[in-house]
């Protein structure tokens, strides 16, 4: 680091911190659509019926 000259090393920390940012802010993306997917979901209750009760006991019985 110490052989690097200071311009460089400017370059090379300012570009290393935007792509952090950048990382950052895709990341938000995929966030916000789960949040406004789970915003618009309904406040329904999932119904599972017997049958299917029993064959999820089955399969993990096995």
Do not use: C
């Amino acid at each position: 680091r110490s052989q690097i000259p200071p311009q460089i090393l400017d370059k090379i920390i300012d570009a290393l911190s935007s792509s952090i940012v950048q990382t950052f802010m895709w990341a938000l993306v995929p966030a916000g659509l789960a949040f406004m997917f789970i915003f618009f979901m309904g406040h329904e209750r999932m119904v599972i019926k017997k049958e299917q009760m029993n064959k999820k006991s089955e399969t993990s019985k096995a």
